[in-house]
């Protein structure tokens, strides 16, 4: 299968065929709205704002599997997003990102791009403080915590995976490479 082959449900429940997004880029994102990386809703709209003229999607998956830090409903979390820091970016329904009930884009995803790299003393430190409060990590290509980016190119291949500690901005310009 291939990123194309998926679908995925909006924040409305409605199917969001991943084919629909031929010939552009994607960055995908699990997300909550009580983890300190939360902030991170800045950079990625203004990633979004920057480059969606240009063929750049965001697809935002609110997810509640990392301390219980994506409590709210699905519309209260897309009500957080848009008042606070005014997202205009796609989000869609809460999932799991890891275990036997997570979505299928995700295990395809973390299937093509198992492992992240953590550079420099903070990152690692954070990453390791991280880890030992996850309950849903048990393989070593699962999802570490909350803001995880997979990013796609125009063609559906994963072209990078970047773990929760690397800023929006830090990867502009891999997704500029790519439009």
């Given amino acids: 299968m291939s990123f194309y082959d998926y679908r995925v449900k909006t924040r409305k429940g409605e199917d969001l065929d991943l084919a629909s997004l031929k010939n552009k880029v994607v960055l995908i994102v699990n997300t909550a709205t009580g983890c300190g990386f939360t902030p991170q809703y800045k950079g990625l709209e203004e990633l979004f704002e920057k480059y969606h003229d240009k063929g750049f999607e965001i697809l935002?998956?609110?997810?509640?599997?990392?301390?219980?830090?994506?409590?709210e409903s699905d519309d209260q979390i897309h009500e957080f997003c848009t008042l606070?820091?005014?997202?205009?970016?796609?989000?869609?329904?809460?999932i799991d990102v890891n275990g036997e009930n997570e979505d299928p884009l995700y295990t395809f995803l973390k299937k093509e791009m198992p492992e992240e790299e953590v550079k420099g003393l903070k990152a690692k430190a954070a990453m390791k403080a991280v880890s030992k409060i996850s309950k849903s990590t048990k393989a070593p290509e699962d999802i570490k915590w909350n803001f995880t980016k997979f990013?796609?190119?125009?063609?559906?291949?994963?072209?990078?995976?970047?773990?929760?500690t690397v800023e929006p901005e830090k990867i502009e310009g891999d997704i500029a490479a790519l439009i």
Avoid: I
């Fill in 151 to 164: 990013l796609v190119d125009r063609e559906g291949k994963v072209v990078g995976r970047y773990n929760p």
């Fill in 60 to 71: 935002d998956f609110p997810c509640n599997q990392f301390a219980n830090q994506a409590p």
């Fill in 84 to 94: 606070r820091y005014k997202t205009q970016f796609d989000q869609m329904k809460k």
